[in-house]
């Protein structure tokens, strides 16, 4: 009995370690990741991504489109030559779930894309990292916007 309990929670331990590490670019429901987004520009976007000395470094933007009961979606965009790790999440009240897109990248993280989202507000995420320092750390957070 004692042995069957050891394996069940290896088996259960090794579980754990897959969902912990599990690939970037996470969407699930509504929620997906987008080559090209749809729509137009959220008033007020794009935004700035800032360091902790509020230095600027790239951009995250939120689209919006009528289609599907609504559609949003964002994306971080470095400008700086090279690649570098980024990412950009995005939340919607009242929608289970949310999407996210991480990595190494050359132009862009994103997007992440969510259809339903009439009447509902976004929370928008993106970090760019730059370095290993804090000051080359830039991100952004943003919510409740959109909210249509």
Same mark, same amino acid.
């Given at each position: 009995?004692r *042995?069957? #309990?050891? #394996?069940?929670s290896?088996v259960?331990?090794?579980g754990?370690? &897959? ?10 429901? *509504? ?5 090209t987004?749809?729509?137009s +520009?959220?008033s @007020?976007f794009p935004?700035? #991504?800032?360091n902790?000395? /509020?230095?600027?470094?790239?951009? !995250?933007?939120? *689209?919006y489109?009528?289609?599907? %009961? ?15 790790? +980024?990412s $950009?999440t995005?939340? !919607?009240?009242?929608i289970p779930?949310? @999407?996210? /897109? ?9 997007g $992440?894309? $969510?259809t ?7 929370? &928008?995420?993106?970090? #760019?990292?730059?370095g290993?320092h804090?000051?080359d ?10 909210c %249509?």
């Amino acid at each position: 009995m004692r *042995r069957i #309990l050891t #394996l069940a929670s290896a088996v259960a331990l090794a579980g754990a370690a &897959v969902l912990a590490t599990a690939p970037a670019g996470q969407a699930a429901g *509504r929620y997906s990741i987008v080559g090209t987004c749809p729509g137009s +520009m959220v008033s @007020g976007f794009p935004k700035t #991504l800032h360091n902790a000395v /509020d230095e600027t470094q790239g951009i !995250v933007e939120l *689209r919006y489109s009528s289609a599907n %009961g609504g559609t949003n979606c964002a994306k971080v965009y470095d400008n700086a030559s090279g690649k570098h790790a +980024m990412s $950009v999440t995005m939340t !919607v009240d009242g929608i289970p779930g949310s @999407g996210s /897109d991480s990595g190494t990248f050359e132009t862009y993280a994103g997007g $992440v894309l $969510v259809t339903g989202t009439n009447g509902h507000c976004a929370h &928008v995420g993106g970090t #760019l990292v730059m370095g290993t320092h804090s000051v080359d750390h830039f991100t952004f957070s943003s919510g409740p916007v959109a909210c %249509g």
